[in-house]
């Protein structure tokens, strides 16, 4: 780059936008941290809510078996496969920039009566059936809130990289070349300022000599 005014401003310019960049960086970094706290506070309560009714289900299931035998219980679980339809639709949103995944989940069933006889049931069962529906909602709600958070997270590394490039790289070189072209600038002023001086100095001597 010629070390010229014209430059010299140019460069500034860019100083002051990557200055300004970084700020914005900041600013939405600053965001990022808020949103991935508040994310991760909601996914430990959604981990631990899941945790609880896998357990919850895991007892009533054994509760289910100890009364009626597995046998029989595998005999309902496969006639609710045919008569049950999972439908699952995926929407996305977008918030920072960022897509949020959403997953909606549907059990399309053919006849409204559970797919099981009321007699000689175990009430397990029926407290088992409206869990796992629980459980599946709940399920996918942490799923799609460890992906939100991944997301979030990947974004802060990029954000944070772009940051640490402007802030260590791109800034102190800028500012190396306005120092080195002031420099330059600074020096050819002094020189043309020496230049100037001794021509007139010259000119005087030789009107001094005409006289």
Known sequence: MKPTKSNLLDLEDRLDFVEKGKDFLDYKRTQLVDQIRNIWTNYKNQHKKSFEMIQEAMSNLNETYKEQGKQSVNLISMMGRIQYKPRIELKYSKKMGIAIPRLELEFEKEEKLPPYAFTNTSKYLDNLMGLLKNMFEQMILLAETEDVLIKYAFNFQKVNRRIQGLKNVI?????????????????????????????????????????
């Open 171 to 211: 800034k102190p070189q800028i500012e190396s070349d306005i120092k080195k072209i002031e420099r330059i600038l600074e020096e050819t002023e002094r020189e043309n300022f020496t230049r100037l001086k001794k021509t007139k100095d010259m000119i005087k001597t030789k009107e001094k000599n005409i006289w």
